[in-house]
């Protein structure tokens, strides 16, 4: 299961906005950064994360169970 995380958020760098990401809109700040979350597929595992369009740099913000 971990390494199919660790294969998605190492795919975060090339696509930003991949599938199953949705934005969240609440954290973000437009134009500046995007707040991302995605439930990895085939795991019950949350990624919530930062794109900064400026620099295209992704922070992590949290990888784990689902954010309650």
């Given at each position: 299961?971990?390494?199919?995380?660790?294969?998605?958020?190492?795919?975060?760098?090339?696509?930003?906005?991949?599938?199953?990401?949705?934005?969240?809109?609440?954290?973000?700040?437009?134009?500046?950064?995007?707040?991302?979350?995605?439930?990895?597929?085939?795991?019950?595992i949350?990624?919530?994360?930062?794109?900064?369009?400026?620099?295209?740099?992704?922070?992590?913000?949290?990888?784990?169970?689902?954010?309650?």
């Amino acid at each position: 299961m971990w390494s199919a995380v660790r294969w998605w958020i190492a795919d975060l760098a090339l696509t930003p906005w991949q599938a199953p990401s949705v934005p969240f809109a609440e954290l973000s700040n437009q134009p500046e950064y995007e707040v991302r979350s995605a439930m990895v597929p085939g795991t019950d595992i949350e990624v919530i994360y930062r794109h900064h369009y400026a620099t295209d740099l992704v922070d992590l913000i949290w990888v784990g169970p689902p954010w309650t």
